[in-house]
C-alpha cells in the first residue's frame, strides 16, 4: 500500500525539481548570452572576430565512448556541442554517447518500476521522462558544484598572478604559476590556457577560450581587463588587485542574501513536502481511505490539481526569494 504512495511522492518532487531548473536556468542563459556579446564587443579584435573559434585544448585526449558513431554524429549538432561543453564544465571523464547511454537505461529503468507499482495507464511515460532526466540533472550539479568552487579559489587566483607580476615575472609565467600552485579546479584550467599559449596560440585567443569554456562573469571580467591592459597600457597588478577584491565582495552580498532568503528557502521545501508525506502517513493510518484517490477517477483529478498547484506555489516562493547579485 505504500509503495506507490512513495513512488508518487518521488515522481511529483522530481517533476517539480526537474521544471524548476528548467524555468530557472532559462533566463540566466539569455542574460549570459547578452552579456557575453557584449563582452566580445569590448575585448574582440575586429580582425579576428571573425576567425574560428580556439580548440578546447592543444593535445586533446579523446575518450572513447559506448557508442562511437553517436559521437561522430553528435559533434556536428548544436545539441552535442553543448552537451560536451557541459561535460567539459563538469569536469566528468564521459562522452556524449555514453550520456545517452545512462539517460535510456535511467529512463527505462524508471518506466519499468513505475508501470509495476503504479496502476495507471500514464504513469511510464512521466517515469520514464524523469529518468532520462537524471543523468543530466548529474551533470547540470556537478557543473555547478564545479564551477562554484572555482569561483571561491578565483581571488586566490588573481591574487597569485598580481603578486607574480609584481616581483617581476611577466603575465604568462605567472599563469604558469597559477596552473601548479593552485589545485583543481582553478589548476587545470589556468594549466590548459598556459600550454595553448606555450605551444603556440596567441594570448588574446587563449584567454578568450578560457571565458569561452568556464563561463563565469568574473573570468569575463578577468580576460576584458588583461586585453584591454595589453592595448592600452597599465598597472596590471594593481587591476588585478582590484578585481580581486571586487569579486570577495560580490561573494560577501551572496552570502547575506542567502542568509536572508533562508527562511524563505526552508517554507518552500517544507511546502513541497508536507503533502506527500501527510499522504504517506495517512497511507500507514487508513490505507483505505488513500486507496481512493488511486481507484477513483475524482482521486486522479485531485492528485493532478494538488501536483499542480504544488508546483505552482513552489515556483512562486522561489521567485519572490530570488535576489540577483
Known amino acids: 500500500m505504500l509503495l506507490p504512495v512513495i513512488a508518487v511522492f518521488v515522481l511529483t518532487v522530481g517533476a517539480i525539481m526537474g521544471l524548476y531548473f528548467v524555468v530557472t ?12 556579446q ?8 575586429p580582425k579576428t572576430s571573425d576567425s574560428e573559434p580556439a580548440e578546447d585544448s592543444v593535445l586533446k585526449e579523446t575518450l572513447r565512448g559506448p557508442l562511437p558513431a553517436v559521437d561522430r554524429l553528435m559533434a556536428g549538432t548544436g545539441t552535442g556541442s553543448k552537451l560536451a561543453r557541459l561535460i567539459d564544465q563538469s569536469g566528468a571523464k564521459i562522452t556524449p554517447s555514453a550520456v545517452i547511454v545512462m539517460a535510456l537505461g535511467a529512463a527505462a529503468a524508471c518506466a519499468g518500476l513505475a508501470s509495476l507499482f503504479i496502476r495507471l495507464p500514464y ?13 543530466i ?7 555547478s558544484t564545479r564551477l562554484k568552487r572555482f569561483e571561491e579559489h578565483f581571488p586566490e587566483a588573481l591574487d597569485l598572478l598580481s603578486r ?12 604558469g604559476m597559477v596552473a601548479d600552485e593552485l589545485p583543481d579546479p582553478i589548476g587545470p584550467e589556468f594549466k590548459k590556457t ?9 594570448l588574446r585567443e587563449a584567454l578568450l577560450d578560457l571565458s569561452e569554456r568556464l ?3 568574473d573570468v569575463r571580467f578577468f580576460v576584458t581587463a588583461v586585453l584591454i591592459q595589453r592595448d592600452t597600457g597599465g598597472n596590471l597588478s594593481e587591476i588585478l588587485d582590484n578585481l580581486a577584491n571586487v569579486v570577495r565582495e560580490r561573494f560577501k552580498i551572496k552570502r547575506q542574501v542567502r542568509v536572508h532568503t533562508a527562511h524563505g528557502r526552508f517554507t518552500g521545501f517544507v511546502l513541497l513536502g508536507l503533502p506527500a508525506a501527510l499522504g504517506m502517513a495517512l497511507s500507514v493510518l487508513n490505507p483505505e481511505h488513500m486507496q481512493l484517490l488511486f481507484r477513483e477517477h475524482m482521486g486522479h483529478v485531485m492528485l493532478g490539481g494538488a501536483m499542480v498547484m ?3 506555489g513552489f515556483f512562486w516562493i522561489r521567485q519572490v526569494i530570488k535576489i540577483e547579485v
Do not use: E, Y
Not at 38 to 45: A, I, Y
Not at 194 to 202: A, K
Open 137 to 143: 540533472a548529474w551533470l547540470v550539479r556537478k557543473k
Open 164 to 175: 607574480a607580476i609584481r616581483a617581476g615575472h611577466a603575465f604568462q609565467t605567472a599563469m
Open 25 to 36: 536556468r532559462l533566463p540566466a542563459m539569455l542574460a549570459a548570452r547578452r552579456l557575453d
Open 38 to 45: 557584449r563582452l566580445r564587443d569590448v575585448s574582440l579584435d
Open 194 to 202: 598556459f600550454d595553448q599559449q606555450n605551444f603556440g596560440l596567441p
Open 310 to 312: 504544488q508546483t505552482v
Open 123 to 135: 504513469a511510464p511515460l512521466p517515469a520514464a521522462a524523469l529518468g532520462g532526466f537524471v543523468p
Open 215 to 217: 563561463g563565469l562573469l
